[in-house]
Each structure stands twice: as structure tokens, then as C-alpha cells.
């Protein structure tokens, strides 16, 4: 009988789209009209032949809002237009299961990370200190499920948890 083929390096690379629940929900909400954004990005990934995997991932929200002046829970709007745009550049290691579970199609993986997170604010007519740009690390775990479409095409649902420091260090 023939070997068993034998297991290769892959490199490919991916697109994403994801749906953000910001933790300070009124805030953004006052701001931005929503507690939730959607963010785009991509990026490539390594999987071993021992279903160990690796990648990098970059991606981007940006949405405009007006800024606010809040009293007693109350909320002001200050007719200010505010871009907000957050960038996470994420390094993610982890293990994708073997292909166990039908469809065969179907590929578990879990992972976990760093990433550096950069958080701006800007207005066209901000006063000096009004503007934010800003940069913190944070750390993610997730998990997921692959689905292999053709050879060269799949489709994944993944949720990931994430936690952020804030500019003291502090998550």
C-alpha cells in the first residue's frame, strides 16, 4: 500500500467582516448612535502540518458621531461632528481539531493572542486636547469553525473575546 500523504505548510490569506459590542455601550451610543460597530479587515495565516496555526490580522471601524457633553446621566449633543475610527492589529496561535465531525467539511479550531488596538478621535474644529489618538494592548482568546467550500475558498464563524488596557496599563 501506498504512504499516506504527507501533511504540508499552507499559507493563505483571508478576509474578515465582524460585529463589535463596545463595552462602554453609552457612550458610544451617545456618540455614534449605536453601542455595536462593524469592522472590516483581512490578513494571512499559517497552518503546520500538526494543525498548529498562526496569523495576523488587521482590520478597521471608523464611523462618524457627534460629540456630547453629559450632566447627570443626561446627554447634550454639542452639534461638533466626531470621526471615530479604532485599528486592531491582532497576532492570534492556535489549534485547528481534526477533521472528525461531519461534514468533513467542517474544521474546529481555538486560539488566542495579542493585539495592539490604536483608538482615535478627531472634529475638524477641535479645540486643543479635544482630539484622542491613542494606543493600548489587549489580549483575546476564540474559537470557531471552518468551513471548506472548494480547495481554494472556505467560510468561518468565530467569536472572540477580547480585553483591552487602558493607557494606565489596567484592563
Do not use: C
Request: hydrophobic share 35%; aromatic share 12%; proline share 6%.
Amino acid at each position: 500500500p501506498a504512504p499516506a500523504p504527507r501533511a504540508q505548510t499552507s499559507i493563505r490569506g483571508f478576509g474578515d467582516i465582524g460585529l463589535m459590542r463596545f463595552p462602554a455601550a453609552d457612550t458610544f451610543a451617545a456618540t455614534l448612535g449605536s453601542s455595536n460597530g462593524t469592522f472590516f479587515g483581512g490578513g494571512v495565516e499559517v497552518v503546520l502540518p500538526q494543525n498548529v496555526f498562526i496569523n495576523v490580522r488587521l482590520s478597521r471601524f471608523q464611523k462618524t458621531g457627534e460629540r456630547v457633553f453629559v450632566d447627570d446621566d443626561e446627554v447634550f449633543p454639542l452639534g461638533i461632528e466626531m470621526k471615530v475610527r479604532m485599528t486592531p492589529v491582532e497576532l492570534t496561535g492556535g489549534y485547528r481539531f481534526q477533521r472528525r465531525v461531519r461534514p468533513r467539511s467542517a474544521i474546529p479550531f481555538v486560539g488566542g493572542g495579542i493585539g495592539w488596538h490604536r483608538y482615535s478621535e478627531t472634529s475638524d474644529f477641535a479645540q486643543s486636547g479635544d482630539d484622542v489618538d491613542e494606543r493600548f494592548t489587549g489580549y483575546h482568546a476564540l474559537g470557531g469553525v471552518e468551513f471548506r467550500m472548494s480547495r481554494w475558498f472556505g467560510v468561518t464563524g468565530e467569536a472572540q473575546w477580547t480585553t483591552i488596557s487602558d493607557s494606565s496599563g489596567r484592563p
